[in-house]
């Protein structure tokens, strides 16, 4: 049996650690920037790829992510199955109800968002050939099909994870937008398979066009409904004469790998079929939220990262440019697509944000232009420059999509009381009253914008008159409005002995947060209090935050309590 | 960039979920037959690979799980990844301190499982090399060196899923055979990174042997000091300010891979690396369990699973069969490392007993042979038929140890009542009062093993008033011994307006347990009962076992609550 030399293993290894580090850490520097880690994980790959890394280290660059011969192909593997499993787990999240409930909305959407980029770009590359980049020897009509499809198809996958970092994945909105995309690309990659067909490639080495389509669809209908019946007759069986969590486990990944390799057997992508056992799996309320849970988070930390770092390995971006061909593709490639879908939202009812934040999700393009991109490639029916303009309009749009619905929906996080505590704002407190408490952690901040400590303790002491701020369960809450403030602060003080805040139950507090917000923003208080409260109710919560070292454990505790 | 085909996707996916299917289906049945589920997992590549389905449908099987080409590649580049994803979680779970504590018996042992079979291999293929099938062309030392190296390592993977699977891997036993088989193959690879500089070519391109030895020797050292004090350091530095649980996990997964691909360079096994990564990361109170549970979870059931089955897909067992060849090379190798580390075992100050155990432990051979065995084969030192024969070799110590020291050390599962729950076991009581109640029980059971229900009520009612069996909260456990019953019965009845059974606490019994017990069984009822007490003082599982809609939902409630 052949097996790989001990290079391939090393170099393997080394390249998926090293994506894998680059990909999490600039996913994680973006969520610092308020952006979708996936904005990180693709700008990982650009890095590491041959358009930064490979300019300035060319053999390491290549060495390390191999562009051809085994190394590339472990690679594309690696990446394959990173997909596959990434959209089950986005099937698995999707609510197949909601789609159901925007059946009417969702098909105008999903149609107006092919129709609209479909007609554009088939209009462009048929009128205008030598703009759209057509090589000499290329057949018109194939070109102009293809051109058409690249610019219709959205990246589901892309889209999926935009919408999940956005915390908007579950939302009607979001759902829209996932079944619209699941819809749109079906018959995208039908268009496809008939391109190749007329190209004399077919997608498929086993089934003609029409049988692929025939196949899509009885394959759709079927796991939507006989196999999601069985499914959910399944999953208490196996639970209860398998191992757990081993059972459900074994049986749901493999399940979407056979499924994913059926949907690439007959032509269409394999994505499509881990996708849909995805959703035939998800909303059964057997699938207990732990196994969801283990497979979530593996995938979405691990396969994911890997997957969409791998993008921007795949070209280099300098050497085949053509700024006037990136132009026009990724002009036309927007306008399409943005109009046509929120044209779309509009005919369903939606509002115009709405329908803005549809056509800016839909946008996104991905990795199935860039597999389109390379088949045409590979077929003589396109040059590297337009291929490289095909993977930057995808990589633009599918970086636009998040920043562009995140402003468009206005979406803030909500804001957590940790974001507000200084480095410096946890202490051991020697007070054992009130008001030398209230005065201990005022002296700890020190002057806050050039407002006195006399000032804080003073005000905070006046609303303390008002009313006393001991929440229960040993948690007090002394606070003020100052007039002057800009941003909340939040200083925290333990109490071993606990201090008397006059709790409804009676109860010292060992826990005191002094709390300061802009006279003039009336949503911070509100929210910093709920958070607070929410976060120490929980018992475990407070026993291990009186032990902790110092504000590195603490927000740990927080984070790892809260799921934050 | 190079791409893999259509049809390379489809055949990589489609044999991915076919072996995970097989071995998880085969690992569940082997578990309900008390074996390990290595075992099951290892059959299930048999019978895939060439020995069974190869032999009855050539086609199919080739097809589905190529032996040359790109597809057997990517199966090896999965199959690579699956074993260094493994080692990382057995080096999280292994316990370090013990081995400290242990330090002189986990030498002894280490040194003796090694010197022993070492010697006996090397005598054997250096007195008698017609009878160990050496080639006609080969050199005799090399030939004897191979040999004995190949009879003297263990298979760390093999050995601590073993481990794990009877529940033995964090016992003192279980540390000191871990830490004596990593001290083993340690040793084994070195000597096989000689042999290999011997024949004129280096297990690393980039080391000579000596460097090979001082940086493998440097790694364990450092991984074990500084890399374990940084890592303690940085992961709570990570939980607090990176995304919950991705930045631990993105952190931990690709520490893992650089580790192996580093260990993979200097010339020693990548499984080494990412072992001693995990060394280093698991016993870190920062390393929350959740953390552990996700990467152990997908790990266990999915890559560990690929990997085990994978060794079966290897050869075709009934071609090459020489069974002469196969007896010695199996008596051979059982006797030098089973009599080998017993007496290490007992050099060490250990019980016979457990002497035994550590030798049918270690004896255990895997993965490293059939590598070292491939490299062999292909640089014309051994012929297909000793190939076959070390695979065999390896997979029946493999499949031997676990059974061996779960005989030795005489391990029992503990008892469960869900084991002794008929599947009309589940009732909905009508009986308003305890009598009733204890009537209409043992009326659904009905006659058991020939005696009637009129004995078995009046037995129970005769123990009851003895004295009341209410448990408290909402639990009351009927029960009796009877003379003549060969085997444990359990009957619950749900009453949803609860039952007096004279509780502690004043409670009604909503759950009647009726449990009845061998006359000279003790410890049956006990553990039965011990069993159900714990298992109903959860509240959340009181609450949902009485929605459940029968027998299945019961036994899925009960196994995902207690992890069984």
Not at 159 to 186: E, P, Q, W
Request: glycine share 10%; proline share 4%.
């Amino acid at each position: 049996m052949e097996s790989l030399s001990h290079q391939d293993v090393t170099i393997l290894l080394a390249g998926l650690g090293v994506l894998l580090a680059a990909a999490r850490l600039l996913g994680e520097i973006a969520r610092r920037f308020q952006l979708p880690a996936v904005f990180g994980e693709i700008l990982a790959g650009i890095l590491l790829g041959p358009t930064v890394l490979g300019a300035l280290a060319p053999n390491f660059s290549n060495l390390l992510f191999p562009r051809s011969g085994t190394g590339a192909l472990l690679l594309d593997g690696m990446v394959t199955l990173a997909i596959v499993l990434f959209l089950l787990v986005a099937g698995m999240e999707a609510d197949i109800s909601t789609v159901w409930r925007q059946g009417r909305a969702v098909a105008t959407v999903g149609l107006a968002g092919i129709v609209f980029p479909f007609a554009t770009g088939f209009a462009m590359a048929w009128y205008l050939p030598g703009l759209m980049g057509r090589e000499p020897g290329a057949a018109p009509l194939i070109f102009a099909l293809f051109i058409a499809t690249a610019l219709s198809i959205s990246a589901l996958p892309v889209i999926a994870k935009t919408l999940m970092d956005l915390d908007l994945y579950r939302s009607d909105l979001g759902m829209m937008i996932v079944a619209a995309a699941v819809f749109n690309d079906l018959i995208g990659w039908i268009i496809f398979a008939v391109i190749l067909g007329m190209m004399g490639v077919t997608g498929s080495d086993a089934f003609s066009i029409g049988s692929t389509i025939i196949l899509t669809l009885l394959f759709t209908l079927m796991m939507l409904t006989v196999a999601r019946w069985s499914i959910h007759r399944m999953l208490p069986w196996i639970q209860a004469h398998a191992s757990w969590p081993g059972g459900q486990l074994g049986f749901t990944l493999s399940v979407a790998l056979l499924g994913a390799a059926f949907t690439e057997w007959i032509g269409v992508h394999a994505i499509f079929g881990s996708f849909l056992v995805g959703v035939a799996m998800g909303d059964t309320p057997h699938f207990r939220e732990r196994i969801r849970g283990v497979i979530d988070q593996f995938v979405s930390f691990f396969f994911a990262p890997l997957f969409f770092a791998s993008i921007g390995l795949k070209v280099n971006f300098v050497e085949h440019f053509d700024p006037l061909l990136v132009l026009v593709v990724l002009v036309v490639a927007c306008l399409g697509k943005v109009l046509g879908c929120g044209l779309g939202g509009r005919l369903a009812g939606l509002s115009p944000r709405e329908s803005w934040a549809i056509g800016f999700g839909m946008n996104a393009r991905g990795a199935m232009e860039i597999i389109l991109g390379l088949l045409a490639l590979r077929f003589g029916l396109i040059g590297e420059p337009l291929f490289v303009a095909l993977v930057i309009m995808a990589i633009v749009t599918s970086l636009m999509s998040g920043p562009a619905m995140q402003s468009i929906l206005r979406l803030k996080k909500p804001r957590r009381f940790i974001n507000f505590l200084p480095s410096r704002g946890l202490v051991r407190l020697q007070a054992h009253d009130r008001d030398a408490a209230i005065a201990e952690l005022a002296g700890t901040l020190g002057p806050v914008e050039g407002i006195s400590v006399e000032t804080v303790v003073e005000a905070v002491r006046a609303r303390e008159r008002l009313m006393a701020t001991g929440l229960g369960y040993g948690v007090a809450v002394p606070h003020a409005r100052l007039a002057g403030l800009s941003e909340p602060v939040v200083v925290l003080g333990l109490s071993a002995a606990g201090i008397d805040f006059n709790a409804p139950d009676g109860k010292t507090a060992q826990f005191i947060l002094l709390i300061l917000t802009p006279e003039d923003d009336n949503g911070a208080q509100v929210q910093i209090l709920a958070d607070i409260a929410r976060t120490f109710r929980q018992r475990e919560f407070r026993q291990a935050a009186l032990e902790v070292s110092g504000m590195t454990e603490f927000l740990a505790l927080v984070k790892s309590t809260t799921d934050g």
